[in-house]
């Protein structure tokens, strides 16, 4: 593990652990505040995120960043990383090759954070974290606690672009993790 962001910067600066390198523009570490009590946990960067290097920026990002402002959550207080820091070809799910190849990276991502509360954007996110016994439809909205962090799964926001529907699930998700958080 990593002491400290600049080490983990460093050590992940040219990354050649699995095939993801091959294509990206730019790793995909993370953005916010280093200190947050909330960090937020998705797939891996898209096509956008791997221009910018700054995760959910694209699409899923400002409808993500829509729900913030309506929950009057500032984006600059919380945490956002990936699974994967390298955008997968044609933004399809990271292989498991590669989520391990990048969990170290994760994992000195939260032992740095130290967050009271990870949300776990979408069944990836939730696999790679707490295992492949869970399923986003049967955890989402329920918390799960381990190791003294609370995890709260809920819909990738790349979900509610294909099914609105979900938008109200995502919605109330995220306000019970505020109302965790106070």
Not at 57 to 85: H, P, Q, S, T
Request: charged share 30%.
């Amino acid at each position: 593990m990593y002491e400290s962001f600049e080490e983990l910067e460093k050590a992940i600066d040219g990354c050649n652990k699995c095939k993801l390198h091959n294509n990206r523009n730019n790793i995909v570490l993370g953005c916010g505040n280093r200190e947050a009590d909330i960090m937020f946990i998705g797939e891996g960067p898209g096509a956008d995120e791997d221009m910018q290097g700054i995760p959910f920026v694209g699409k899923a990002g400002k409808l993500m960043n829509m729900a913030f402002e309506a929950l009057e959550i500032d984006r600059d207080e919380i945490y956002i990383a990936n699974v994967v820091k390298c955008r997968p070809p044609n933004n399809r799910n990271p292989e498991k090759d590669e989520q391990v190849a990048c969990l170290d990276y994760l994992r000195s991502q939260v032992m740095l954070v130290k967050p009271k509360i990870i949300v776990l954007l979408g069944s990836v996110a939730l696999k790679a974290i707490l295992g492949d016994e869970y399923s986003i439809t049967r955890s989402r909205g329920k918390w799960i606690e381990r190791k003294g962090i609370l995890y709260m799964p809920t819909f990738h926001p790349a979900a509610l672009l294909r099914d609105e529907t979900k938008k109200i699930d995502f919605y109330n998700d995220l306000k019970l993790v505020l109302e965790k958080n106070i």
